[in-house]
């Protein structure tokens, strides 16, 4: 990895080449279409980028969280079919209609909504979310015939295309998963005796798409893993052919050499033991690096890997080098791909009590992004 440049004081580099090779991987080994998702500014990646990214890499269609979002991508020029499945209430779906934005449809109301979103020329495209066991939003099982009966008739009359039916896994155990898979192979059932002909069924994001080849309906969500993120506690990324495509770096900003007996940042939660070294890292839970990481998570800088000194401040904390040759302007790399020689993102994520997702995703908006491919 490059050095940083000069009067860069923090940065995320994010590498679409990996992004892109993790989609083409996914792809491969799921032998599905993906669905790249890319909600909450693409896990803190960049949402327009990763789009783009996973796209090159095979992805036929993008997912995020609400139609702001999506109306976003489709301003940038991203011309897959985007799919939104949280609105608020009593949302209007004129604009995301008119966008050709598809639209996840939990509830009776929703499907109105939705046909009335339609034009003469243009059904409002669904996709129909049904709950299957996670306990959030989804149709119900008991509303099920009917929400399906009536988006049959509002498809017949050209209010709606049906173009998907999905749901989603809690990862709770397999027993779980496979139980839920059995409810939703249920639903289908019951959509085709009502008439419905969805192009595309999809249950399983990264998880399941990995782990549980059974709920792959031969289209999966990929969101964690097309980061080059593990899904599993207990797998590695590299265990699973993926790269990390985020690095978060900064340049030391100060070196101090203090005597035994100094306390450092706030509450001085670590004083030094014996004469030492403190260097001063310009990321803070400002960035989202965790206040609760304090005293832990990681820091490569000359090549060499140290934790947190003390508290997280809300831009900076303190690193104790020891007699490591440190100098203002040095990288700390924070995390990025292992096998590249970066801590990774789940060392800072158990140091927080917390998992990989929430580290990438709260990257705050005072670190620049900068794109760079392998
Ligand atoms: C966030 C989300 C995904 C992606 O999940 P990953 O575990 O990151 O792959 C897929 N589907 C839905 C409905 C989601 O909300």
Redesign the pocket.
């Known amino acids: 990895m490059s050095a940083l440049a000069a009067g860069v004081m923090r940065e995320a580099l994010i590498d679409v080449g990996a992004i892109a090779a993790n989609v083409r991987h996914l792809r491969r080994l799921t032998e599905s279409e993906a669905i790249a ?1 890319v ?1 909450a500014d693409g896990y803190g990646h960049g949402a327009v980028r990763s789009a783009r990214a996973a796209l090159a890499g095979g992805a036929s269609r993008i ?1 995020v ?1 609400d139609v702001a979002e999506a109306l976003a991508l489709r301003r940038a020029g991203i011309e897959a079919p985007l799919l939104a ?1 949280l609105h608020a209430p009593g949302a209007v779906f004129d604009e995301a209609a008119a966008a050709g934005i598809e639209l996840g449809i939990s509830s009776f109301d929703q499907l109105m909504a939705a046909a009335a979103a339609s034009a003469a020329d243009r059904p409002t495209r669904l996709h129909l979310k049904v709950e299957t066991g996670l306990g959030r939003n989804g149709i119900a099982p008991h509303e099920q015939s009917v929400v399906f009966a009536e988006a049959a008739r509002l498809e017949r009359i050209g209010k709606v295309r049906v173009a998907g039916i999905f749901s ?1 896994l809690s990862n709770t155990s397999e027993a779980d998963d496979r139980a839920a898979l059995r409810r939703f192979e249920e639903t289908l059932g019951v959509a085709g005796a009502l008439g419905l002909t969805p192009e595309v069924r999809h249950l399983a ?3 399941a798409a990995i782990a549980l080849p059974e709920s792959r309906f031969g289209c999966v ?5 097309m980061y080059g993120l593990s ?1 599993f506690e207990e797998r590695t990324s590299a265990e699973l052919g993926l790269q990390p495509a985020m690095t978060l770096r900064a340049a030391v900003a100060a070196v101090r050499r203090v005597p035994a007996g100094q306390g450092v940042s706030y509450g001085y939660l670590h004083r030094t033991e014996a004469e030492t070294t403190l260097a001063l890292v310009p990321l803070g839970y400002a960035d989202g690096v965790p206040r609760a990481a304090s005293g832990g998570g990681a820091v490569r800088i000359g090549g060499r890997v140290f934790p947190v000194a003390g508290r997280v401040a809300m831009d900076q904390f303190v690193v104790d080098v020891g007699d490591h040759p440190v100098s203002v302007g040095d990288e700390a790399v924070l995390f990025g791909d292992p096998t590249l020689g970066a801590p990774a993102v789940e060392t800072w994520a158990d140091s927080a009590a917390t998992i990989n ?1 929430e580290i990438v995703t709260r990257i705050g908006p005072r670190v620049p992004r900068r794109e760079v491919a392998r």
């Open positions: 998702v909600k997912g969280a499945w989603h994001a990264s998880h969500r990929l969101g964690i893993a899904p997702y």
